[in-house]
């Protein structure tokens, strides 16, 4: 199904420059301590928590693996109230009622002849759980993350957004990558999938999933990997244009905003720039583009002070080798 | 692929090698929790990377140790201390050799003061004449081991250690050589001794320094722990204002683990349970074939909140952390209504839910504060215009010392309160032992409180708190 490397469907990673370069290549530059986290957790069978500010790239670490060791990626968004039915199994409880129904007769014809309630009960539970096997088994993303047969990158996005009772419910499958279904029992991974958990601090995360986590933060990129990643994503734009251009963003984070613009914004930027056609930063096109890099009116206003102060200092940025 | 590699199935090595037991004491020293299992994945992970390169082990043990951005901090601060410290232990590889020397010198130490003095073998006195400043940092770093500096946790143990760790060094052979050049009284001797003596005074600063900044490394987490214990159990009105920045962190703190704890016990529908009765009556239109299911669900409010607090004399400062503390905790109550009084009572939510709390509560206070109480007009005011705010919903908590001037305490007021909220808790400053004395009226008050309780220090803050959210859960 997946054109993994023969006999060897689990991969191992070799060295940290190995990580670099695989992710480089699935287009994602990552730091050196995302290269040393990704390295870490595959040898210790850990999940990885990433936490950091929006659009710094947690998600896309997580597909870009996915993409390098060309393993499928499934990804569980975490919101308020999500339960196990949702994350793990659910029964097809339609399915299960409608067999019941249609199978009706056929249950009919066989306790018909048994002469006391007894022997028909016996009967009934000579077939077992027929309504609790995997046949009527819906399987959820984790519980699919687990059946993959070459492993899989299981991406567990915004588990602060979860309740707590969620995170306690998830300790099982990180530690052990194993799940307990009461009427089958355990499924244990044939290959264990890599985890990576992404967090925004909306909550504290407790203490126990913590503790089975390798923890991750990653921040704004400098201005060297910042213009490396955008290079990658928008490789047609020019060395100088880029150049300015992360200055300026650099500097828009030194001001105290609601929401600082984040590396998804620089990119969606660069692009901008570029349908523009612009060659250099200018200052009234900074102004008219500037909604793209913040989202809030008050930013816009509070940033718009200082637009030809940072542009006039960007402009003097000279490109930096790519 | 195909390289012959230790699999990461097959068992790792996890005995925590030298170095790093050391310095995951240092880290527990310094606030950070390691758990055991933590020990032995950076354990792990430092068997995957090496010593050699320590930016990657920093990233490293950084992965499995620290677990927020506060606990990063601590960790990198950590990180370099320590290293910075012990650069002359690691500058010959701490793994391969670990500590030779210190084991050899508990062996010959008895007399063997020839070795007691430096990594070659050189006494205290060659040492300093010397003024190899490495080989000195080297031995003051062996007989800081040797006296187990990193037990060391309050700064009155600073003297103990710095005595012992020059005893470690060889003072008393160096005192003796010193005592015998001078007895000797050749100029020449003399003016040895005399050199010594201002070496060993600079040698002594160098230990007490180093000793400082051990005390900073193994024990900053501890001094911090005590620090936060006192100030949860002092009086509030005893500490003092430069305290007050860190009571409001340690303010934020207790609210944000109380939120946390409850903020998942609202609104939790749960699912995953069939709800059968009404399974059946959905589909009652199907003659009975479920094809709807219908689930269980379970709701549950967050308690609305009406704070009436104080603000007159030494109850302000209760008051105070009171607000603070509720206003921490916007995310699992609902509808939160503040009042202050002395004189007369005045709603403040305004106040308090526009402005950071820290100016919106020294506002309210100028408003209000320190002015002589009289409960019953305060009581008055509230009746006339928030009473019919108050449902059975309610939680109503009052904050005061009862102690009126011996003014009409209105109990009829609190009596009326009583009947429409969910309930009235009373929370009191003063020590129980000084209640019903003068003018104070707590016991007319009591019998229409479904709470009253003893309230002057943030131990007891937290405490209420728990309660009023574990009421509602």
């Known amino acids: 199904?997946?054109?993994?490397?023969?006999?060897?469907?689990?991969?191992?990673?070799?060295?940290?420059?190995?990580?670099?370069?695989?992710?480089?290549?699935?287009?994602?530059?990552?730091?050196?301590?995302?290269?040393?986290?990704?390295?870490?957790?595959?040898?210790?069978?850990?999940?990885?928590?990433?936490?950091?500010?929006?659009?710094?790239?947690?998600?896309?670490?997580?597909?870009?693996?996915?993409?390098?060791?060309?393993?499928?990626?499934i990804r569980m968004q975490c919101y308020e109230g999500l339960d196990e039915s949702k994350a793990l199994y659910e029964w097809k409880y339609g399915k299960q009622l409608l067999y019941t129904q249609i199978l009706r007769d056929k249950v009919g014809m066989l306790i018909g002849d048994a002469d006391d309630l007894a022997t028909a009960l016996e009967r009934l539970h000579?077939?077992?759980?027929?309504?609790?096997?995997?046949?009527?088994?819906?399987?959820?993303?984790?519980?699919?993350?687990?059946?993959?047969?070459?492993?899989?990158?299981?991406?567990?996005?915004?588990?602060?957004?979860?309740?707590?009772?969620?995170?306690?419910?998830?300790?099982?499958?990180?530690?052990d990558y194993q799940v307990s279904i009461p009427e089958i029992g355990s499924i244990t991974a044939t290959v264990p999938p890599i985890v990576v958990l992404t967090?925004?601090?909306?909550?504290?995360?407790?203490?126990?999933?913590?503790?089975?986590?390798?923890?991750?933060?990653?921040?704004?990129?400098?201005?060297?990997?910042?213009?490396?990643?955008?290079?990658?994503?928008?490789?047609?734009?020019?060395?100088?244009?880029?150049?300015?251009?992360?200055?300026?963003?650099?500097?828009?984070?030194?001001?105290?905003?609601?929401?600082?613009?984040?590396?998804?914004?620089?990119?969606?930027?660069?692009?901008?720039?570029?349908?523009?056609?612009?060659?250099?930063?200018?200052?009234?096109?900074?102004?008219?583009?500037?909604?793209?890099?913040?989202?809030?009116?008050?930013?816009?206003?509070?940033?718009?002070?200082?637009?030809?102060?940072?542009?006039?200092?960007?402009?003097?940025?000279?490109?930096i080798n790519r | 692929m195909s390289a012959p590699r230790p699999t990461p199935t097959a068992p790792i090595r996890a005995a925590a090698s030298e170095p790093l037991r050391r310095f995951l004491q240092v880290a527990r020293g310094a606030g950070l929790r390691v758990s055991a299992a933590e020990g032995i994945d950076a354990a792990r992970a430092v068997d995957l990377v090496g010593f050699s390169d320590r930016t990657l082990l920093k990233d490293t043990l950084g992965l499995v140790l620290a677990k927020t951005a506060d606990e990063k901090l601590l960790y990198d601060e950590t990180f370099e201390l320590y290293f910075e410290r012990d650069e002359f232990a690691a500058a010959n590889d701490p793994e391969t050799k670990p500590r030779p020397e210190a084991q050899d010198m508990r062996r010959g130490a008895p007399d063997g003061l020839q070795e007691m003095g430096g990594p070659d073998g050189q006494s205290l006195s060659e040492l300093l004449e010397s003024g190899e400043r490495a080989a000195l940092a080297m031995a003051m770093e062996i007989a800081a081991r040797e006296s187990g500096i990193e037990k060391i946790r309050y700064f009155t143990q600073k003297n103990r250690y710095a005595r012992q760790i020059l005893e470690h060094m060889g003072l008393h052979e160096l005192e003796r050589q010193m005592a015998a050049l001078r007895q000797r009284g050749t100029p020449d001797a003399a003016a040895r001794a005399q050199f010594l003596d201002e070496r060993v005074e600079r040698l002594w600063d160098a230990v007490r320094d180093f000793v400082e900044r051990s005390l900073l490394l193994f024990a900053r987490g501890e001094t911090e722990q005590l620090h936060e214990r006192l100030l949860k159990s002092a009086r509030l009105e005893?500490?003092?204002?430069?305290?007050?920045?860190?009571?409001?962190?340690?303010?934020?703190?207790?609210?944000?683990?109380?939120?946390?704890?409850?903020?998942?016990?609202?609104?939790?529908?749960?699912?995953?349970?069939?709800?059968?009765?009404?399974?059946?009556?959905?589909?009652?239109?199907?003659?009975?074939?479920?094809?709807?299911?219908?689930?269980?669900?379970?709701?549950?409010?967050?308690?609305?909140?009406?704070?009436?607090?104080?603000?007159?004399?030494?109850?302000?400062?209760?008051?105070?952390?009171?607000?603070?503390?509720?206003?921490?905790?916007?995310?699992?109550?609902?509808?939160?209504?503040?009042?202050?009084?002395?004189?007369?009572?005045?709603?403040?939510?305004?106040?308090?839910?526009?402005?950071?709390?820290?100016?919106?509560?020294?506002?309210?206070?100028?408003?209000?504060?320190?002015?002589?109480?009289?409960?019953?007009?305060?009581?008055?005011?509230?009746?006339?215009?928030?009473?019919?705010?108050?449902?059975?919903?309610?939680?109503?908590?009052?904050?005061?010392?009862?102690?009126?001037?011996?003014?009409?305490?209105?109990?009829?007021?609190?009596?009326?309160?009583?009947?429409?909220?969910?309930?009235?808790?009373?929370?009191n400053p003063e020590p129980r032992s000084a209640w019903g004395t003068g003018d104070s009226d707590i016991h007319r008050y009591a019998p229409y409180c479904s709470l009253v309780r003893v309230c002057s220090t943030l131990n007891d803050l937290e405490r209420v708190i728990t309660d009023l959210l574990e009421e509602a859960a």
């Not at chain 2, 349970?273 to 094809?291: E, K, S």
């Open chain 1, 1 to 73: 199904m997946h054109n993994v490397e023969k006999n060897n469907p689990q991969r191992i990673i070799r060295s940290i420059d190995e990580v670099d370069a695989g992710l480089g290549a699935a287009g994602y530059i990552a730091s050196r301590q995302i290269s040393t986290a990704v390295y870490i957790a595959h040898h210790l069978k850990k999940p990885i928590l990433v936490e950091g500010p929006a659009g710094v790239g947690k998600t896309e670490l997580a597909k870009s693996v996915a993409s390098w060791l060309t393993l499928p990626l």
């Open chain 1, 126 to 175: 000579a077939f077992g759980d027929v309504f609790f096997s995997k046949n009527f088994l819906e399987a959820r993303p984790l519980l699919r993350a687990l059946e993959q047969p070459y492993g899989a990158v299981l991406l567990i996005d915004e588990i602060d957004k979860s309740d707590q009772e969620f995170e306690a419910f998830l300790l099982e499958i990180l530690s």
């Open chain 1, 199 to 319: 967090s925004n601090s909306t909550r504290d995360l407790g203490d126990a999933l913590k503790r089975r986590c390798l923890h991750l933060h990653i921040g704004f990129p400098n201005e060297k990997l910042e213009a490396r990643i955008i290079a990658s994503r928008v490789p047609d734009i020019d060395a100088r244009l880029l150049a300015q251009l992360v200055a300026f963003v650099q500097q828009l984070r030194g001001l105290e905003l609601k929401k600082l613009p984040s590396v998804s914004e620089s990119i969606d930027w660069a692009r901008v720039m570029m349908l523009m056609h612009a060659s250099v930063l200018a200052e009234d096109m900074v102004r008219d583009t500037l909604n793209v890099l913040l989202k809030f009116e008050s930013d816009i206003e509070a940033a718009a002070k200082r637009i030809a102060d940072f542009t006039r200092k960007a402009q003097q940025a000279v490109a």
């Open chain 2, 238 to 427: 005893n500490i003092d204002r430069g305290q007050h920045e860190r009571m409001r962190v340690l303010v934020r703190r207790m609210a944000k683990r109380l939120a946390t704890r409850y903020a998942v016990k609202r609104r939790r529908s749960q699912r995953g349970q069939l709800d059968v009765r009404r399974t059946l009556r959905r589909n009652m239109g199907w003659g009975g074939i479920p094809f709807i299911t219908a689930w269980r669900r379970k709701r549950i409010d967050k308690p609305r909140v009406m704070v009436l607090c104080d603000v007159s004399g030494s109850v302000a400062w209760v008051s105070q952390f009171l607000l603070m503390f509720i206003y921490a905790l916007t995310e699992v109550l609902s509808d939160i209504r503040s009042f202050a009084y002395s004189g007369s009572l005045i709603e403040v939510s305004d106040i308090l839910e526009k402005q950071p709390i820290d100016e919106a509560i020294v506002r309210v206070m100028a408003a209000m504060g320190f002015g002589s109480s009289n409960y019953g007009a305060a009581l008055a005011d509230f009746e006339e215009g928030w009473m019919e705010h108050v449902t059975n919903k309610t939680t109503v908590i009052i904050l005061g010392d009862a102690r009126g001037n011996s003014t009409d305490p209105r109990a009829d007021i609190v009596d009326r309160v009583a009947q429409r909220a969910k309930r009235i808790i009373w929370l």
